[in-house]
């Protein structure tokens, strides 16, 4: 059982849009920045939104992230067939003291 | 470039122990924080622990508590993670992962896959 809670799978069409969700607690997303990772099969995780809605330099405008209070979402847009991978949410818990993962979410490209 | 490169995993009996290093090389290492994560066979992502760019502050995750030690040496450029009276519940790919106060998890290593099996 995950401290934060993502949908097990998302599905959707190319060019559509789809949205994550990640439901957490006031000890880990509304008061501490939410990180989303794109974890493509057999490869290790790699960052895609930093501090709840920014994205490192080489992650394409069609990912984006956002938080209010207990919860927080990805977007992709234009959804295309190399998106098919793994998503996790993370931020800090204060009252563990440590990292706090969503359980992933699979996003399947139909 | 960077590049987090983890080795030392393996095959280990139940209350065995094992090392596992990460060599870290494209980064200013002393001046970032360092962490493992680890990822059971077809499952999700676990925080593992947390070592501060000074080693002022560590954390570990209840399920390693007392168990695992982490350490880093900032001159070998090395992140380190000491694995004690391991169990089956052990086995799981460790990534490395670099981050900063500002990001979390910014850069991640390959894995190395650790199995603790009789």
């Known amino acids: 059982q995950s401290v934060l809670t993502q949908p097990p799978s998302v599905s959707g069409t190319p060019g559509q849009r789809v949205t994550i969700s990640c439901s957490g607690s006031?000890?880990?997303?509304?008061?501490?920045?939410v990180y989303w990772y794109q974890q493509l099969p057999g490869t290790a995780p790699k960052l895609l939104i930093s501090?709840?809605?920014q994205r490192p330099s080489g992650v394409p405008g069609r990912f984006s992230g956002s938080k209010s209070g207990t919860s927080a979402s990805l977007a992709i847009s234009g959804l295309r067939s190399e998106d098919e991978a793994d998503y996790y949410c993370?931020?800090?818990?204060?009252?563990?003291?440590?990292?706090?993962f969503g359980g992933g979410t699979k996003l399947t490209v139909l | 470039e960077v590049q987090l490169v983890e080795s030392g995993g393996g095959l280990v009996k139940p209350g065995g122990s094992l090392r596992l290093s990460c060599a870290a090389s494209?980064?200013?290492?002393?001046?970032?924080?360092m962490n493992w994560v680890r990822q059971a066979p077809g499952r999700g992502l676990e925080w593992v622990s947390s070592?501060?760019?000074?080693?002022?502050?560590?954390y570990y995750a209840d399920s390693v508590k007392g168990r695992f030690t982490i350490s880093r040496d900032n001159a070998k450029n090395s992140l380190y993670l000491q694995m004690n009276s391991l169990r089956a519940e052990d086995t799981a790919v460790y990534y490395c992962?670099?981050?900063?106060?500002?990001?979390?998890?910014?850069?991640w290593g390959q894995g190395t896959l650790v199995t603790v099996s009789s």
């Open positions: 070592i501060s760019s000074s080693t002022s502050y560590i």
């Open positions: 993370a931020a800090w818990d204060d009252s563990l003291s440590g990292v706090v």
């Open positions: 501090r709840n809605n």
């Open positions: 006031n000890f880990n997303i509304a008061s501490n920045y």
């Open positions: 992962a670099s981050g900063t106060t500002d990001v979390l998890f910014e850069y």
């Open positions: 494209g980064i200013t290492f002393s001046s970032v924080s």
